[in-house]
């Protein structure tokens, strides 16, 4: 069965946005009441035992990772019972690994107050919050978590994003009027448990409603099971490897400088991350489909599918960078206050950080959709470990920046080039990597001027406040896409993604904009 590739996939990113921009908005509203009604303590302490989680989620494996990727052919050839042994034995790792997520986590209890500096909030028992935190973590991987691979595999996420809706709603009403009325963090974690709980179990049931002919039954060959445990071993290291990467960062600055600093850093990275995560739903969206599309299309056409994508990624994220640049300072101000801003050049490294990000969530995409995870398996393991490394020197000299820098460097000089070796030896030719290298180079030089007009025009700007903010945004806005398009507009990729965009949005691009069509016939 050959997917309808674009069209699962602008379907899974409508609302896969629709659904990160409320789960954006809707956080920061709660993020904002916490810190008004309850103190900028709480704040740091949910963000130290989100990554604390994080750091447990190493038992997952890549599980399941490697069990969508091993359904992408069993859905090629319509195989049934394939698909079905292989949700059972994705149900039987995930029984596993939540033993094995609930036994780790009880054995480092003890250690949790020492992740702490001294600033815990008045009558607070970590122990208790730290067990809730846990509870719910487990919870995910007992409750019906296999049931997701099936909708992931076909390319159905956008029913994820309507459950999620759903239950995020609750949670998020329930968890406010805690905050203003209750102010209590115990019963804030206790909403976020049931929550998760009938997430999962209402996923299970769309999932079964849809796709009723995959039950969890049959058993896979040995020679099967031993290529799926491969894949998983490989991913084993890519998964230390994000989690050190990802929650290193949040640990030591609780360690070293403390709740406060934490949750001033966190609120930077708050805004990042939310747009990182809206950037991460196109990926998603994606990535089935460009596993589709390996198996099916010749090299020739996956790489001028990668020319395409990585055009429209560098697009966005140097657009996006260059209104973090301008916007960062202006909105913590309106939203917390002068005292609780980092310094600009801490938003230059953000803005570094973002950008090199962005490019290396692509890679990653290919990686995973291609399952080139044996190739990769060492690559995750020097770049957490250099980024490790670097955190805890550089903090102690240059504080909060010197934890940001050494994921900056690691990411660029440890584990983008190695990435890109393991794509152009396995997935796509070595001829095509030069090529490829001077797009990204100048795709970067031109976000980089970008980003200093954008700043150069922003900083002429006398207005504050809240018209201030939008004015500078919309001048951001304009001021990127119009060099964009002066730089870019006779490329082939401009036509190419011209092309893409109408198709996801059913022809509708060029209906409103019909010049554009002299740029896809040339």
Not at 48 to 68: D, K, P, Q, R, Y
Not at 416 to 441: A, C, D, Q, R
Request: with cysteine; hydrophobic share 50%.
């Amino acid at each position: 069965m050959k997917l309808s590739r674009t069209k699962n996939a602008s379907r899974n990113i409508v609302f896969g946005v629709m659904l990160k921009c409320y789960q954006i908005i809707v956080p920061f509203l709660m993020r904002t009441a916490m810190i008004y009604f309850m103190g900028m303590k709480y704040v740091g302490l949910n963000s130290l035992f989100t990554n604390v989680l994080h750091v447990l989620n190493i038992a997952e494996l890549g599980v399941g990772s490697a069990m969508v990727y091993s359904m992408y052919q069993p859905i090629v050839d319509d195989d049934s019972e394939t698909i079905c042994a292989l949700m059972r034995l994705y149900r039987k790792y995930y029984r596993i690994i939540g033993g094995i997520v609930a036994t780790a986590g009880l054995i480092i209890t003890p250690f949790i107050p020492k992740l702490i500096k001294s600033d815990v909030p008045e009558g607070i028992n970590v122990y208790v919050l730290y067990l809730l935190n846990l509870s719910a973590t487990v919870l995910s991987y007992w409750l019906f978590a296999y049931k997701n691979s099936i909708l992931q595999a076909h390319q159905r996420n956008d029913l994820i994003s309507k459950v999620t809706l759903i239950t995020n709603t609750i949670q998020y009403v329930l968890q406010l009027l805690v905050i203003i009325f209750l102010k209590s963090y115990y019963v804030y974690i206790l909403v976020m448990l049931v929550t998760q709980a009938a997430t999962n179990i209402t996923t299970a049931f769309v999932s079964q409603k849809h796709y009723p002919q995959f039950q969890p039954k049959g058993e896979l060959t040995k020679e099967k099971v031993a290529s799926i445990n491969k894949r998983i071993r490989d991913l084993f290291t890519s998964k230390i490897g994000a989690i050190v990467v990802n929650s290193a960062d949040t640990i030591v600055i609780s360690a070293f400088l403390g709740l406060t600093v934490l949750a001033i850093y966190q609120n930077y990275y708050f805004i990042l991350y939310s747009l990182i995560s809206v950037i991460t739903i196109v990926f998603q969206s994606c990535t089935a489909g460009v596993g589709n599309s390996i198996i099916v299309e010749t090299k020739e056409k996956n790489f001028t599918d990668l020319k395409k994508f990585t055009f429209l990624i560098m697009w966005i994220s140097g657009m996006c960078s260059a209104c973090l640049l301008c916007l960062y300072q202006p909105f913590m101000e309106i939203w917390v206050g002068k005292k609780n801003q980092l310094e600009f050049s801490a938003v230059i490294c953000f803005c570094i950080y973002y950008f090199i990000y962005e490019i290396n969530q692509l890679l990653n995409m290919y990686k995973d959709a291609a399952g080139i995870w044996h190739e990769d398996r060492f690559r995750p393991l020097v770049t957490a470990a250099t980024n490790l490394v670097l955190n805890i020197i550089l903090v102690n000299f240059w504080g909060i920046y010197g934890v940001i820098l050494s994921t900056v460097i690691s990411m660029l000089l440890v584990g983008m080039p190695w990435l890109l070796h393991n794509l152009f030896t396995v997935l796509f030719e070595k001829k095509f990597l030069k090529g490829y290298l001077s797009h990204i180079l100048l795709y970067t030089a031109v976000s980089a001027l970008a980003c200093v007009c954008a700043l150069g025009v922003c900083s002429l700007i006398p207005m504050g406040g809240i018209l201030g903010f939008i004015v500078k945004g919309i001048v951001c806005i304009v001021i990127t896409n119009v060099i964009f398009v002066l730089f870019y507009n006779k490329r082939a990729e401009f036509g190419m993604s011209i092309q893409l965009v109408d198709k996801m949005l059913h022809g509708k691009l060029l209906k409103i904009m019909p010049f554009l069509k002299k740029k896809i016939s040339g």
